[in-house]
């Protein structure tokens, strides 16, 4: 029998527990698998004394995570505590100083640190793998880093945060507003006590950074992402684009354009017949352009203690699988010195079509006023619609314009224009327009 790989856990939390109680029940089958057994033979957590379902007596433990990643009789080190800097950050930085393989679901390390850590595992010969650290489940990084080797990437877009899609889903489906849909997802458990990070797009941005480095061969730039999250969106947007036949989705997008690399996030209208916008509740699901493959879409459960230990589990199983003098694959997939500079597009150049939703004065004059301000700026119309106010009783109109293709720089100009008029009620919505098959 081949020697075992050992395996050390930091973190047995949601992601940490499901990993040792999976990585024992399934050990048979990894053994067949990889061709030599899987053993957990060090773990650290915070709480020595929480029960986490599994028996690990056999186990070192360790108070201190880094001293587990520099000292524990260990081939792999498992990072799953969570944050960009303090514990988690030094551990791993020892696990790769001491030459260990890592695999870690962290996100927000791997946006702010990545290339430095990718580095540190290339000088060290080590693997650094992450399945987990993007749509938790969903294949992603080794499809980009492997699967679509000669591909060229032109559009890079997804559901990457469970929280926004369940929230965005029941306003749709139950014709609930935002915030009592964000209460019932803090009950459920799909969003934290504080649901900042995710409802603002953060989350969604970590990902996509990691995404666009893999999708572009470009440096690791979680800076330059354009955000907008999903708190604005009321009942009025969602009944809009579905009469428009639209679904609102918290989109992560990364788009080579002819001015650099776009990266955004923000709340976008994606046609009801997509297979995008059949996306619902907590799945994630991402869709990679290319060259030589065309569309692509991977759709599955993107958070949850099991389906991210699967994707751990995936990872630790590649490394049981590779051998002594192994020539291990780069981290971002293409060594870190061809990995070229992040080239930015300004959103000003973005180009799109936009849906705005105006709330105005029932004045004379209000409309041929708005379609002044959208000629001026050379914004052809789709469609202009008139509706009753926002609320009974009430005088005011809400005016939803749709545009053709138009840059983000007129439709911001426009919009600037029409606020200055004096016609507005209430501050416009604007909401771009992706293209989805
Ligand atoms: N949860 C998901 O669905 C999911 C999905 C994808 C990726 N991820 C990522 O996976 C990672 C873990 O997430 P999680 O949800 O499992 O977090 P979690 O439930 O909060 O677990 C964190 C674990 O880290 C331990 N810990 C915290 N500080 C520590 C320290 N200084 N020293 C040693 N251990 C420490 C905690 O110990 P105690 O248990 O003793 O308090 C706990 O076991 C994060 O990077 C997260 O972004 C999570």
Not at 147 to 172: K, P, W
Not at 176 to 182: E, G, Q, S, V, Y
Not at 199 to 215: Q, W
Not at 233 to 262: N, P
């Amino acid at each position: 029998m081949s020697e075992p790989l050992r395996v050390g856990i930091a973190g047995l939390g949601t992601v940490g527990a499901s990993v040792a109680r999976l990585l024992a029940s399934t050990q048979g089958e990894l053994r067949r698998q990889c061709g030599r057994p899987i053993e957990v033979t060090a773990v650290s957590a915070r709480n020595r004394k929480r029960d986490r379902g599994v028996d690990l007596s056999g186990a070192a433990w360790f108070d201190d995570p880094t001293e587990l990643a520099r000292k524990a009789d260990i081939d792999v080190f498992v990072e799953l505590i969570g944050g960009d800097e303090g514990p988690a950050l030094q551990a791993v930085r020892a696990a790769l100083e001491a030459g260990r393989h890592v695999v870690t679901a962290n996100k927000a390390l791997l946006a702010r640190h990545g290339l430095a850590l990718a580095e540190m595992a290339e000088k060290r010969g080590v693997l650094l793998n992450y399945e987990a650290a993007v749509a938790g489940g969903i294949p992603i990084i080794k499809t980009l880093r492997e699967a679509l080797a000669g591909n060229t990437i032109s559009r890079i877009f997804g559901i990457l945060n469970g929280t926004c899609n369940y929230i965005l889903t029941r306003m749709e489906a139950e014709g609930i507003a935002f915030d009592a849909c964000l209460k019932d997802a803090q009950r459920l458990g799909y969003a934290e006590a504080d649901p900042t990070f995710d409802i603002e797009g953060h989350d969604t941005a970590h990902k996509l950074a990691i995404l666009t480095s893999l999708a572009f061969g470009s440096r690791i730039a979680p800076n330059d992402i354009y955000m907008e999250g999903i708190s604005n969106i009321t009942q009025a947007d969602i009944r809009a684009a579905a009469e428009l036949g639209y679904r609102i989705k918290l989109l992560g997008v990364a788009q080579l354009t002819d001015s650099g690399i776009e990266q955004r996030v923000h709340p976008t209208m994606v046609p009801t017949a997509s297979v995008i916008a059949q996306v619902h509740g907590v799945t994630n699901a991402v869709a990679v352009e290319t060259d030589i493959l065309g569309e692509l879409l991977l759709s599955g459960p993107g958070a949850g203690g099991n389906a991210t230990a699967s994707a751990v589990i995936g990872d630790i199983a590649d490394i049981a699988k590779s051998r002594p003098g192994f020539q291990h694959g780069p981290v971002f997939g293409r060594p870190t010195k061809e990995l070229k500079p992040y080239r930015k597009a300004q959103m000003r150049s973005h180009e799109g079509g936009y849906f705005i939703r105006l709330t105005v004065h029932d004045r004379t004059g209000v409309f041929a006023a708005i379609a002044k301000r959208m000629a001026a700026n050379d914004i052809s119309l789709e469609s202009i619609v008139q509706h009753a106010g926002p609320s009974e009783g009430s005088s005011d109109k809400t005016v939803i314009l749709v545009t053709h293709e138009t840059t983000e720089a007129a439709v911001r100009k426009a919009v600037e224009g029409i606020t200055k008029d004096g016609h507005l009620v209430d501050k416009a919505q604007v909401i771009r327009i992706e293209r989805a098959a």
